[in-house]
């Protein structure tokens, strides 16, 4: 649900990945990711084929686990947000990948003609913000000293694809450092590397209806799939979002203890039923703050999400400019 893209790349690269090795071997060769080919033909349709659909199935199955995992940043940050990041991975990724090849070889002597295929850079490019803005909760320990976390699956599924294949330790290298360039807003690389709105309205109105699925129902979400995996994943989704929640409960303690406070109660009814009757409050202006100063560019962001501007201002000056709370609370409610 809310994360049609990620269920694209899910199923249409794993497919095509199952009919080349099982129907089409003799078409594999377009989709291999040859360096020599690029450098030396000037082949540089395989940077698009060699870098979208894997030829192991190894790697194949870990990626799609791995989208899966990766889904809840769609959900968080809307699907243009979401392609854009894997779209600036993607490209800047390719632009290492070379490099990397080419210091190796300096460094090392070691000649490198090919590198795994498959959607590799951007999956590792997500470990970035998986790392820095997901929550650890500890669900276990092992003998006594080992916590086994919520994000410790995700880890080892990557751990698995860093050593499935030779030199995919570059593609692992290249995709870390491309996230982090697009995480941290080097250069500004999040604003030239972005997928247009008008490509990102034509791909809503025209794959989002394929590939959207329905809300679950309440008596469904929680505890209800096929296996235990997935049913511990699912607990630990509704475990992220209640810890999102917990922030908003204390941020609410922290400003009643300094005697200023907008309160939630009244601010996010009017947010859920304003296309029904106009909401309209007017508070003492004795003991009440100035209004936060809100980013446009935060008010962009939830507004590609779907809201409207009016709600997006008001979660983040409530919120205190926090977009991932603002975020949060409007999905909710």
């Known amino acids: 649900d809310k994360a049609p893209l990620s269920k694209s790349l899910l199923l249409v690269p794993s497919a095509i990945s199952i009919l080349l090795t099982l129907l089409f071997q003799h078409y594999q060769k377009f989709f291999a990711y040859n360096l020599q080919a690029v450098k030396e033909d000037f082949q540089i349709w395989r940077l698009v084929c060699g870098r979208t659909i894997c030829l192991d199935l190894k790697d194949t199955f870990c ?34 990948d070379l490099l990397l090849v080419e210091i190796t070889q300096y460094i090392f002597g070691i000649t490198i003609n090919s590198l795994p295929s498959g959607f590799l850079g951007p999956v590792f490019a997500l470990f970035v913000p998986f790392y820095s803005s997901i929550p650890r909760v500890q669900v276990t320990q092992v003998l006594g000293h080992f916590s086994i976390t919520n994000k410790s699956l995700v880890y080892i599924l990557g751990l698995q694809l860093l050593t499935s294949g030779s030199y995919i330790w570059i593609l692992a290298l290249s995709g870390l450092i491309s996230g982090i360039c697009y995480n941290s807003s080097i250069l500004k690389v999040h604003r030239i590397l972005c997928v247009p709105r008008w490509v990102a309205k034509i791909f809503s109105w025209t794959l989002e209806p394929v590939f959207s699925s329905a ?52 601010l996010f009814p009017p947010l859920r039923h304003r296309h029904n009757a106009n909401y309209q409050d007017h508070p003492s202006e004795q003991g009440i703050p100035p209004p936060t100063e809100v980013s446009e560019e935060q008010v962009a962001r939830l507004m590609e999400m779907g809201f409207s501007r009016g709600d997006a201002l008001e979660a983040l000056r409530a919120s205190n400019n926090d977009l991932n709370v603002a975020t949060n609370f409007l999905l909710q409610h």
């Open 215 to 266: 809300e679950p129902t309440n008596e469904v979400r929680v505890g209800m799939g096929a296996t235990v995996d997935i049913q511990r994943q699912q607990r630990m989704e509704l475990l992220d979002r209640q810890i999102m929640m917990s922030q908003v409960a204390q941020m609410r303690r922290q400003r009643q203890q300094q005697g200023g406070m907008i309160n939630w109660n009244r």
């Open 63 to 96: 990626s799609s686990l791995l989208i899966y995992n990766f889904r809840i940043f769609e959900r968080r940050y809307g699907s243009r947000k979401f392609s854009s990041f894997l779209l600036g991975a993607w490209m800047l990724s390719a632009l290492f």
